[in-house]
């Protein structure tokens, strides 16, 4: 039976169960089984949030051992019936961390839904699940619809800007990093595209001061930043701490939505770790950007570099004094307002409000 149907059905038993209990002269007992039947309703409704709420208190623990319990428990809220806020986020989270095909079966359906607040982001969340088949058209369709309807979230921007970088369209990607900002949609993700951004034009100064401060404030979930980073300290030959770079991000959550695989971070930090491959991993990483970026497997240069023991590769640029406390939003807005609109050099590719309270209000 239809989840609102069966919603509605509830609510009218019960409102008649209270008409015939208080409006009629029947027995107790006759009184009493009127109620049987809209309080068996509830107690099945109600169970999906139950089920819903133990599964969101698991995923706030912030514990990846604790995420395929609380994927278990998020099916078992959309197959007992759950509302459509709750059915989008269960729903998104199968497409993340479980199963991408059930997670599309509770989804589409909201696509339709007369609430712009459940069409939206049901669109946005759906999108995740053709960009993991690579259907790239049909992900940054869905979210070019929500751009139409002008509903606008931080969710949108993080995607399209990863969709467009895929697909190599770099005027795209600029142009909603900008219409991001100007819309007050940023977040960590924002900001790690911003030092993308950077990287690609070249300008490694400015993208190792974002990443610094950003690392400095937070913790990132998602590997990007720390992969990032340290492709700027392999720009200025510290293979010491883009080894350390690594490594964080090897900790942080993989999912289905994930742009890096986990085996690929460990061979390139092994690669660079290992003195007889470290200046071949060095060397392929910096002819790879576009790769990187986009969470693609580097290709690998011929193996002729001789071996090497220095952490710090002599050759380099001096490595700059990274500020840790730098005003990230007003990074942001230097950008809108800059005027070079020069094309960037290659193709590429919620969190904590707090946090992103803390630094828009800074100078």
Known sequence: MNKRIKQVLTVTTIG?????????????????????????MVTINSKGS???GKANQLIQKRDNSLIPQAIELYTEALRAGVTDNFQMIAATMLIQHGDPEVGRKYLEPLTTNPKKDIRCPAKISLSMYYWIKKDLGKAISLCEEVRDENYRNRNLYTNLCTYYIDRGNTKEFEKLLKEAVSTGNVGVPIYDLEAVSSMLKNNYQRAGEILTSLLASIEPSFPDPYIHMAVVKLHYGNVRDAIELMKKAERTVFSNTVLYAEEEI??????????????????????SLSDIVNGRRIKLVENDKPRCEDDILPGYHEEPSFKENNNLNRFLN??????????????????????????????
């Open 334 to 363: 230097e950008n809108i307002q800059e005027k070079d609109e020069r094309e960037l050099n290659t193709d590429i590719t919620d969190d904590d409000e707090e946090w992103i309270r803390k630094h828009s209000e800074e100078n």
């Open 50 to 52: 139950r089920l819903m």
């Open 16 to 40: 008649i169960a209270f008409i015939v209990a208080f409006m009629t002269n029947i027995p107790a007992w006759g009184k009493i089984a009127f109620f049987i039947v809209p309080l068996v």
């Open 266 to 287: 460990i061979r390139i930090r092994e690669g660079l770790e290992n003195p007889d491959t470290r200046l071949q991993y060095v060397t392929s990483l910096q002819n």
